[in-house]
C-alpha cells in the first residue's frame, strides 16, 4: 500500500466549490490520496528543475482538474487561511503556462 504524505496535516480537507454538491463529492473522494498527490507533484517539480501544469499532467498521468487544484494547494491556496506556500511562479512560460519551481 501507498504511504500517505499528507503536507498539510491529517485534518486538511481539499477546498470545493461552495453550493455544488458534485464538487463537494469530488473533494471528498480525492482526500484519502490528495497529500499523496501534492508530494508526487512537488518531487515531479523539483526533479525537473520546474514544470507547467500540463508537463505535470503528463508526467503523472493525472486529470488537468486533478493536477491544478493541487497545484494551487500547493502555491498557498485560498487568500483567507492561506496552505504552506511550496511552490512558486518562476517567472517563466512555456507554451504560454506558468512554469512552476520550488519555493
Known amino acids: 500500500m501507498e504511504?500517505?504524505?499528507t503536507l498539510f496535516g491529517e485534518g486538511y480537507r481539499p477546498p470545493h466549490a461552495r453550493g455544488s454538491d458534485t464538487s463537494?463529492?469530488?473533494a471528498e473522494a480525492v482526500r484519502p490520496k490528495a497529500g499523496t498527490l501534492r508530494a508526487r507533484i512537488l518531487v515531479h517539480i523539483r526533479d525537473s528543475g520546474g514544470a507547467t501544469c500540463s508537463e505535470v499532467e503528463d508526467a503523472l498521468d493525472l486529470k488537468h482538474q486533478t493536477a491544478s487544484a493541487r497545484i494551487w494547494e500547493l502555491k498557498g491556496g485560498p487568500t483567507k487561511n492561506p496552505l504552506p506556500v511550496l511552490i512558486r511562479d518562476s517567472g517563466q512560460r512555456r507554451m504560454r503556462q506558468t512554469v512552476?519551481?520550488?519555493a
Open 3 to 5: 504511504e500517505q504524505h
Open 100 to 102: 512552476w519551481e520550488v
Open 24 to 26: 463537494e463529492a469530488a
